[in-house]
C-alpha cells in the first residue's frame, strides 16, 4: 500500500462517531506506526498523517473576531451561533480584538466566515 492510502486510513481512524478528532486514536495511530511500520517508513508516514489531518484540525477551530471588548453574555451568544450554523458543538474559539472592523464582528470557523462591521459595509459601498 502506498504511503497517501495509509495515512488516509489513519486520518479516519483517528476521528470519533462525530467525525471529531480523537486525542486517544490519534495517540493509538502513532502507537501503531511506531511498533507495526517499518523504520524506512515511520518518519514519511508520519509526516504524511500529521499533514492529512491538520485541515480536519482546523474544522474544529472557531475564531471570533471583534472590534473592541464584549460581554461575556455577547461572546456566549456569538459562540452559541457558530455552534448552530456549523452543527458542530465540539468547537474550540479563540477571541480575537481587531479594531479595524470598526464596531463589528467576523467569524471564522475552517473556510466559513461570517462578518458584519462598518470596515465590511465601507468597502462594500467603494465597490459601486
Do not use: H
Not at 472590534?67 to 456549523?86: C, Q, V
Not at 479563540?94 to 471564522?108: F, N, Q
Amino acid at each position: 500500500m502506498n504511503l497517501k492510502a495509509e495515512a488516509k486510513i489513519f486520518v479516519s481512524e483517528s476521528l470519533n462517531e462525530r467525525g471529531a478528532v480523537d486525542a486517544a486514536r490519534v495517540k493509538a495511530v502513532c502507537d501503531y506506526i511506531e511498533q507495526k511500520a517499518p523504520p524506512a517508513r515511520r518518519i514519511p508516514l508520519l509526516r504524511l498523517y500529521m499533514k492529512l489531518l491538520k485541515p480536519v484540525l482546523s474544522r474544529e477551530d472557531a475564531e471570533i473576531e471583534v472590534s473592541g471588548e464584549i460581554s461575556e453574555a455577547a461572546y456566549e451568544s456569538l459562540k452559541d451561533f457558530l455552534r448552530s450554523e456549523t452543527g458542530r458543538s465540539d468547537l474550540r474559539f479563540r477571541k480575537v480584538i481587531s479594531p479595524e472592523l470598526l464596531g463589528g464582528v467576523r467569524l471564522t470557523c475552517g473556510d466559513n466566515i461570517w462578518e458584519r462591521s462598518a470596515a465590511l459595509s465601507l468597502k462594500n459601498i467603494g465597490n459601486f
